[in-house]
């Protein structure tokens, strides 16, 4: 895991790699700086990060390995203005497979063709990655950092729980199967903090018929939104009768509008009879919709994604 600190400095790293791409200045600073980005990663992994390691340095940037491993990694930074092509990976490949390296990474900040994708998954037994911007924030993103649990308040301990949960949920959806409904009420308003919604989680069983209270602030204005979780170990749909009750609740405290999720959908018959108005009060939501949630927090959370600037789009966005 990494302390906060070094987490901070490899977000700010990859910001400053992503400008120097966007606006090149020098070739040098973006080599330096993709040096600094992939150092912390692999670092993480417990691999130490060698500059130029071959006298030819035309062949491979970097080189890392690890204490008391044979393993070793070979680094390329392909810095085209264009995709990169099969044969130049094709070469670097050959390269490393007969040096011998354990593992290869190839840095394009423009990406490759479909045909070096192509071409590494056949290219046992050497493992090849192929890595763009996008790719290096995401691997960022998914980087936990250290904590002592014995130090937090329970609070604390259930959002890192909560988070897990997340990036569970957004790598297979399956995983929802495996939660208890309050361990989804408490991931899903983890979720919306990290969105930036002002959130109110209800007691168990004492909500009234709503399990999540969301408030953001609509130009000025204080607005406030409800949200009902639906996660039956059943695997039962949602019907009209539930759709009805919480339209009753989102009426009867004259709230903007409400969201229904339900992670196994809902029946044939759960619309029937909505008017229009009220169909502007109430949105719904499945697995989809949930899992959608977790990748945008992920995103959000990683410090590198710019903030959601509109929260209700946000929070309806692939819904129906």
């Known amino acids: 895991m990494m302390t906060p600190t070094k987490k901070d400095e490899l977000i700010r790293d990859t910001l400053v790699l992503e400008n120097s791409i966007t606006s090149p200045r020098d070739d040098r600073e973006i080599c330096f700086t993709f040096h600094q980005v992939i150092s912390k990663l692999l670092s993480n992994d417990g691999f130490t990060t060698i500059l130029n390691p071959s006298p030819d340095t035309s062949n491979f940037d970097f080189m890392c390995i690890k204490q008391d491993s044979r393993e070793r990694i070979c680094i390329s930074l392909q810095n085209s203005t264009k995709s990169v092509k099969e044969d130049r990976v094709h070469e670097r490949v050959s390269f490393a497979f007969n040096y011998p390296y354990d593992r290869i990474i190839l840095f394009a900040p423009k990406g490759f063709t479909s045909a070096c994708y192509r071409f590494v998954n056949i290219a046992d037994p050497l493992k090849v990655e192929l890595l763009n911007l996008d790719d290096l924030k995401s691997w960022t993103s998914k980087i936990e950092i250290e904590a002592d649990l014995n130090s937090l308040e329970y609070e604390d301990i259930i959002k890192i729980v909560s988070k897990t949960f997340i990036e569970k949920i957004a790598q297979d959806s399956n995983y929802l199967l495996k939660l208890e409904w309050r361990e989804l009420e408490k991931t899903i308003t983890e979720i919306f903090e990290g969105l930036a919604f002002d959130v109110v989680l209800t007691p168990p069983s004492k909500d009234g018929g709503k399990d999540i209270i969301l408030e953001i602030n609509k130009k000025g204005t204080l607005v406030k939104y409800l949200v009902e979780v639906k996660h039956w170990r059943s695997q039962k749909q949602v019907g009209h009768k539930y759709v009805k009750d919480f339209l009753k609740v989102i009426c009867n405290e004259k709230r903007e509008s409400g969201l ?46 710019t903030p959601l600037q509109d929260l209700q789009e946000t929070l309806f966005d692939k819904t129906f």
């Open 260 to 305: 229904l999720l339900s992670t196994y959908g809902f029946t044939s018959n759960a619309f029937e009879g909505l008017t229009e108005l009220e169909r502007k009060k109430i949105r719904f939501g499945n697995e989809e919709k949930i899992v959608s949630l977790c990748k945008t927090y992920l995103k959000v959370k990683s410090g590198i994604w």
